[in-house]
């Protein structure tokens, strides 16, 4: 089933998404920063068009894909129909009070939850994190990304639907409140602050140029360098791992 433009309930995220698919170097070296915290049985929560998806199940990893779009999930099972790896796609609301109640097969099932993008969409992200902890069975990963610094939140956000960017501690916070135990946390990408903020708040474009976005993906080996020499002291992003204690 062809997704065609108009039925489409999230068109900045889907265009957003469509310039990061073409950028394939920046995917790569996302993943390669939560690759290490991955195991066992994983779900992905808000996995949109696959950028990612794509990249762990080529890893050979049992993955369940969701979204909290229809036209995504369905988007999911065409792209990725007959791949082994693949263990279920599910349309699936990390907001919802009564998530226990509408998903019980989904209950203590992973090794690992990534969620990557996903909490700063939520307005009660506390909730959300809750729901997702729910998902891991004892000592099971939760994988969580989200954009850093609310100083550079600008017309980008608005646009994604962001209700806040993040810091370090606050993520750290947000998960311990949770019942989570941190295992680790660090900035991501600090060579992106610069065009995000020109892009976004000078320019004030309301979705990322595809343009700029290709420059970007060819300077990734660059900005690899930059992330290190600054050891993860700051970036667009902040990662963060915590681990779940008890059911």
């Not at 998404?17 to 915290?37: C, G, K, R, T, V």
């Not at 979204?67 to 599910?90: I, M």
């Not at 903020?197 to 309301?206: A, D, Q, T, V």
Request: aromatic share 10%; net charge neutral; charged share 20%.
């Amino acid at each position: 089933m062809v997704i065609n433009p108009g039925e489409r309930t999230d068109s900045a995220g889907w265009e957003t998404l469509d310039h990061f698919n073409e950028a394939p170097a920046f995917n790569s070296w996302l993943f390669e920063q939560i690759l290490p915290y991955c195991k066992g049985d994983v779900l992905e929560a808000g996995s949109g068009i696959g950028n990612i998806s794509g990249l762990m199940l080529d890893k050979h990893l049992k993955v369940v894909l969701s979204d909290l779009r229809p036209e995504y999930c369905e988007l999911l099972e065409r792209k990725f129909a007959g791949n082994p790896y693949l263990q279920g796609v599910y349309q699936l609301d990390l907001s919802l009070a009564d998530f226990e109640n509408r998903y019980p097969e989904l209950l203590h099932r992973f090794d690992s939850v990534i969620v990557l993008n996903v909490i700063e969409h939520i307005r009660e992200d506390a909730v959300a994190v809750r729901n997702a902890m729910k998902l891991l069975r004892v000592g099971g990963n939760l994988i969580v990304l989200v954009p850093a610094g609310q100083y550079l939140y600008n017309h980008f956000d608005r646009e994604l639907g962001h209700f806040k960017r993040y810091t370090r501690s606050g993520l750290a916070a947000l998960l311990t409140e949770a019942g989570l135990k941190v295992l680790h946390t660090n900035y991501f990408n600090f060579g992106g602050i610069f065009g995000w903020w020109f892009s976004g708040s000078l320019m004030k474009n309301k979705i990322i140029p595809r343009s700029q976005l290709k420059l970007f993906n060819r300077l990734v080996p660059v900005f690899r360098i930059v992330d290190r020499l600054v050891a993860h002291t700051a970036g667009v992003s902040v990662i963060a791992v915590a681990a779940n204690q008890s059911n």
